[in-house]
């Protein structure tokens, strides 16, 4: 019999734009206060792309971050998996342009599209990758610009989202190897249609012909979040043997900060060991997770050998959960 492999983390990376744009900033944009959105989101700022900044030049930025913090260069990469909701181009695949920027000429690329869920959705795609040897190293990224779909005279969305972009190399080794016992130990993903209506972009190439505009019902979305949510994590916890007490961190999707704090509360899950963001960042889709835990590594939170839950919920509706061990 063949040895196992898993798939360990080798080194974290993120970027956000340069412009700041506080609550205060909404002021003469739209209908809202910087109370109002503190109170109902939790968010107090998020970073908006400029002129020359899009979701391939972030995620090139970040991709570069993790490869130096993995100690790799870019031609140790044999698979690039990028998500994302907002591409530069209809096509190709923004993974195909990040490859060609780091100057990456072998192994192959490409998108994954499952909007705030998409970074989990990329690191199970990855995971598969890597344990059945088809790729020894992969560079996962979650990058969007959402600031470009948005109706900035729509106040119940513009104010909520922000842009950005994280990255992760994975690397596939064999248990019994020095990292044997580390890697993603368990991932969860689901997705409903049904719910397509409550979180959704009014256009697209088949349809309009146009990008479209973010619409969202966001009372329908909170309704079912928590408890779809509540449902991938405790998914985990039976699969992996245990239970809230044995997690180290949680990083949710960093979308709204009453959502966070309801999930971590019904799954019995210490505040203190969960990871925010979303009062600097705002919802930056795909790359929320990976900026958070980009974030948590590099000021020390994440040790070596501690064991760390992910989990999103986006439109569509998709959701999922992963563990990982450090």
Known sequence: ???KIVSVVRGTGSVLPERVMRNQDFAGVVETSDEWIRQRTGIEQRHIAGEGETTVSLAETA???ALDAAGLAPAD??????????PDNTFPASAVQVQHRLGITGGFAFDVHAVCSGFLYA????DMYLRSGQARRVLVIGAETFSRILDWEDRTTCVLFGDGAGAVVMEGVTKGERDGEKGILVAKLRSDGAHMDKLYVDGGPSTTGTVGHLRMQGREVFKHAVGMISDVIE???EAAGIGPEDIDWFIPHQANRR???ASAKK???D???VVVTVDRHGNTSAASIPLALDAAVRDGRIKPGDLVLLEAMGGGFTWGAILVRW
């Not at 990469?77 to 907002?86: H, P, S, V």
């Not at 690191?123 to 990855?126: G, K, Q, R, S």
């Open 63 to 65: 991709a570069r971050r």
């Open 1 to 3: 019999m063949s040895e």
């Open 123 to 126: 690191l199970t795609t990855a």
């Open 271 to 273: 505040l203190a060991k």
């Open 267 to 269: 799954l019995g899950i």
């Open 77 to 86: 990469i044999d698979l690039i998996i990028l998500a994302t909701a907002t």
């Open 259 to 261: 959502i966070i704090d």
């Open 235 to 237: 998914a985990c916890f």
